[in-house]
Nanobody, 120 residues
Framework: QVQLVESGGGLVQPGGSLRLSCAAS????????MGWYRQAPGKQRELVAA???????NYADSVKGRFTISRDNAKNTVYLQMNSLKPEDTADYYC??????????????WGQGTQVTVSS
């Protein structure tokens, strides 16, 4: 059993900052990559940022230069520092992990989502 637990969402004014955290726990053997996706009302879920175990990162064009993803491999935790937030960043943010469990199986896991609202 693997769980992803997110925290850090909330309401922030345009131009403000938030930091999201996601901790993976359970029967984890190794994590290949972790990332953040978001889904706004009426829109499809989209990749925001991802990071591999080696530290390679990938960002959506819309967040480049404003968001930074980082990872603590020892804690199986991924962070998303979001600066210069815009109203269009408003969405439910979901943590994602591509990992191998102790049983040897490789699976994709999702967190329950955390809401980010950017509004004045």
């Amino acid at each position: 059993q693997v769980q992803l637990v997110e925290s850090g969402g909330g309401l922030v004014q345009p131009g403000g900052s938030l930091r999201l955290s996601c901790a993976a726990s359970g029967s984890i053997f190794s994590i290949y990559a972790m990332g953040w996706y978001r889904q706004a009302p009426g829109k499809q879920r989209e990749l925001v940022a991802a990071i591999t175990s080696g530290g390679s990162t990938n960002y959506a064009d819309s967040v480049k230069g404003r968001f930074t993803i980082s990872r603590d491999n020892a804690k199986n935790t991924v962070y998303l520092q979001m600066n210069s937030l815009k109203p269009e960043d408003t969405a439910d943010y979901y943590c994602h992990a591509d990992l191998r469990t102790e049983s040897g199986a490789r699976h994709q896991y999702w967190g329950q989502g955390t809401q980010v609202t950017v509004s004045s």
